[in-house]
């Protein structure tokens, strides 16, 4: 009930602050008010909305009835480490005060130091109000390499957000210091093979046998591995299994876009591909030897998927220049990849997809948003945009998934001030691990 009634107070709050035209519609913002009242409402969710217990973000939050899904006390690691990175947004923003967001932080962290770890890596989800580990697979119910990647470069992100502040913050930092140094990548090699897996079960083992490959949403699991202090992988272990010496490059046209990178198991994939790794890892000007602009090539990722939506070939009810945006969320039925080619478009939009590629497109996203803004409360809610609606099928569920909210106030302040990037980045850390996999910032 707590919660419940948090939402109802909050949304009539939200109702009285937003003004209206004469015709009920919302009035119009200026770009930088609209991207403002964007990342304070999609901020609460990861706020107001968060488990009480461990400070981290539910998995989902469901308002309209689809109690059997709403998993209250189900937190998620990736989506949580996003969430974290959108808490410090809110409060270099004022939205909280320092000291209300230091000791969110504070209870993150002790959270963090005693819920179930394997081998230093977190699970894909915990029980909130125990910490312990919740399957999410049967044999998913150990370590998540790549999840437990996601929340690291948040954890490092605050750390130098923190690390030069007073006592109680700089004590913070110590504390997340130790556990990415805790975190054993080594392990993940399974026997000091030349690539990373995703997964280990400590009832299983590797039986999910899943090495990672790229390209995908993964490389930021791969420069935090070599970036470690304690349990750095060789570069080997990058260059053989990442990049699968050099098979990575595969130079390609998709919506007469240009493509480099070989997309796994597509041409051109989902559009978090080009978000979940770049949330702290900046892309302007990053190059390696297997693409020489990673900013470039994932501003062309989603021109692909802006540009399929147009041509829309398979004739959905208000796609366009306006309404843009394929990526992972729910889905008509279920929950779905939806990615840029018929067999994946299942005409559903995902508001993350377009939202949170601001950075690389921002005239084009921000048409998106305020298209969106624009369509009020059927698709705008609380906790910001409902994760993905269908025109075509008039389906409009009120329903949040926290791994597709936190990547849109992140990238919006990324787009704003970089904060995000500055600090990820400032990490010495990150640098060597950068350096150490050949990487190059052009200035």
Avoid at 6 to 21: D, E, N
Avoid at 252 to 281: C, D, M
Wanted: net charge negative.
């Amino acid at each position: 009930m707590k919660i419940k009634f948090s939402l109802i107070l909050f949304s009539l709050l939200l109702g009285f602050a937003q003004c209206k035209s004469p015709a009920g519609k919302p009035a119009q913002l200026s770009d930088d008010q609209l991207m403002d009242t964007v990342q304070r409402r999609t901020f609460n969710y990861f706020w107001e909305g968060a488990e009480p217990n461990s400070g981290l973000a539910r998995e989902r939050i469901h308002l309209d009835g689809a109690y059997e899904l709403n998993d209250q006390n189900v937190i998620t690691s990736g989506g949580s480490g996003f969430g974290i990175m959108a808490i410090l947004t809110g409060i270099d923003r004022g939205y909280v005060t320092r000291e209300e967001g230091l000791a969110r932080m504070e209870k993150i962290v002790s959270f963090l130091e005693t819920a179930d770890r394997f081998h230093g890596a977190y699970p894909h989800w915990w029980y909130g109000d125990t910490g312990k580990v919740k399957p999410f697979g049967q044999k998913d119910n150990g370590g998540d390499l790549v999840e437990t990647a996601f929340i690291m470069q948040a954890l490092l992100t605050v750390h130098q957000y923190y690390v030069d502040g007073n006592e109680q913050e700089k004590a913070l930092a110590a504390r997340i210091d130790k556990l990415w140094r805790e975190v054993d990548w080594n392990y993940y090699r399974q026997g000091d093979q030349n690539v990373l897996y995703w997964h280990w079960s400590p009832e299983y083992g590797w039986a999910m046998n899943f090495p990672v490959h790229g390209y995908n949403e993964c490389l930021i699991m791969y420069i935090l591995a070599a970036a470690s202090p304690t349990y750095g992988v060789p570069a080997a272990v990058y260059h053989d299994g990442w990049a699968q010496n050099g098979a990575i490059v595969e130079p390609h046209l998709v919506e007469g876009i240009k493509l480099n990178l070989r997309y796994q198991g597509t041409e051109a994939g989902p559009l978090f591909w080009a978000q979940y790794s770049f949330l702290g890892l900046n892309p302007t000007g990053l190059k390696d030897e297997y693409c020489s602009d990673y900013f470039n090539e994932m501003r062309n990722l989603t021109l692909v998927n802006r540009a399929y939506c147009i041509r829309n070939p398979k004739h959905y009810k208000g796609f366009g220049p306006d309404c843009w945006g394929l990526t992972a969320s729910y889905s008509v039925n279920g929950y779905a990849a939806h990615a840029p080619n018929e067999r994946e478009d299942l005409g559903v939009i995902s508001p993350t997809a377009a939202l949170s590629s601001i950075v690389y497109t921002p005239e084009e996203s921000l048409q998106v948003m305020r298209h969106l803004y624009n369509m009020g409360d059927k698709v705008f809610g609380p906790y910001g945009f409902y994760d993905a609606f269908s025109e075509t099928a008039n389906w409009y569920p009120k329903r949040y998934l926290a791994i597709d909210q936190g990547p849109i106030v992140v990238m919006i302040e990324n787009y704003r001030t970089g904060l995000l990037w500055k600090l990820f980045m400032s990490h010495p850390d990150v640098q060597e691990g950068l350096k150490k996999l050949g990487f190059a910032e052009s200035k």
